[in-house]
């Protein structure tokens, strides 16, 4: 993958996770893509936590 779409990206996911947070101090809901790719409605909170773990894996 070029350099220049990895920071497109990585500009999309900062987006996706600005959004994210939002959401979560709002208190709403997100849908995610669930098993077998259906439609399934999470705590955008729950979202939160889990990218920061994920955040944190990969920088490890």
């Known amino acids: 993958m070029s350099e220049e779409m990895q920071q497109m990206i ?3 996911q900062e987006a996706v996770d600005a959004e994210m ?3 979560a ?3 709403y809901n997100v849908v995610i ?3 077998n790719d ?3 409605i999470v705590s955008a ?3 939160v936590r889990r990218r920061r773990a994920q955040k944190k894996r990969l920088e490890a």
């Open 10 to 12: 990585a500009c999309m």
């Open 21 to 23: 947070e939002r959401k």
């Open 25 to 27: 101090k709002l208190g």
């Open 33 to 35: 893509a669930g098993k």
């Open 38 to 40: 259906r439609p399934k």
């Open 45 to 47: 909170r729950y979202m």
